[in-house]
């Protein structure tokens, strides 16, 4: 299974854009790319994904790197309730089963 | 809309216990997960179903089984239960079970085996 790189935390101000940075360099051309959150003591959330085109949705867009090996998360107006571990996860095409990292925990500042 | 349930929301169990964890989902959906997250991990695939009547192994299977009799549960059980086990674990659905589809996640059943 294709793996995924993430930085461990990143921070951020209340109403500012929030960048969230995914490499994946081994993606295979029919795996999609997952963004999931868990806010504390709650099961992971469906956040957005894709595979080869940009994204947009209410909650956020996704950015997909031409070449597929890398993608970013962004949310337009970070606020304090975005503060969650965000797991970029790549899905394989054949099965359903999502492989988690350790994701990237979003600190929100007011 | 309920969606996703789990039973219990947190339990405490002997070593060597046979335990059940329950997990209902009303969205008629054909896939169905099971998670368990460690302390400061992301979370690990156990077992999955893509539909009714079949299973299969995900990452970290040793130690538990599932079944899928119809659509709407997906029971996770530890035969013996060891200290290992001691972990949240979280069941999933999805409309199928291929990756372009979205993952409901429940809220999660609180385990500790002492």
């Known amino acids: 299974d294709a793996k995924t790189t993430q930085p461990n935390s990143m921070e951020s101000n209340e109403e500012e854009p929030v960048h969230l940075p995914c490499n994946h360099s081994t993606i295979s051309g029919t795996d999609y790319i997952h963004w999931y959150r868990q806010l504390p003591s709650q099961g992971p959330e469906y956040v957005i994904h894709?595979?080869?085109s940009n994204v947009n949705n209410r909650m956020a867009s996704l950015a997909i790197a031409e070449d597929r090996k890398s993608s970013t998360l962004i949310l337009h107006r970070a606020t304090l309730r975005d503060a969650a571990v965000y797991y970029c996860?790549?899905?394989?095409?054949?099965?359903?089963?999502?492989?988690f990292g350790q994701g990237t925990t979003l600190q929100v500042k007011p | 809309i309920a969606g996703i349930t789990q039973a219990p929301t947190s339990q405490i169990l002997a070593a060597g216990r046979r335990m059940t964890l329950r997990c209902t989902q009303d969205?008629?959906?054909?896939?169905m997960y099971w998670y368990r997250q460690d302390l400061g991990l992301g979370l690990r695939l156990i077992h999955y179903?893509?539909?009714?009547?079949?299973?299969g192994k995900g990452e970290v299977p040793d130690g538990y089984s599932v079944s899928r009799a119809n659509t709407d549960d997906f029971p996770l059980t530890l035969a013996s239960a060891v200290p290992s086990q001691t972990s949240v674990y979280f069941c999933?659905?999805?409309?199928?079970?291929?990756?372009?589809?979205?993952?409901?996640f429940g809220p999660g059943t609180r385990l500790t085996v002492l």
């Open positions: 999933a659905s999805s409309e199928a079970g291929t990756s372009s589809n979205e993952q409901f």
């Open positions: 179903s893509n539909t009714a009547g079949t299973t």
């Open positions: 996860i790549l899905g394989s095409s054949n099965t359903g089963k999502l492989i």
């Open positions: 969205m008629r959906h054909n896939a």
């Open positions: 894709g595979l080869t």
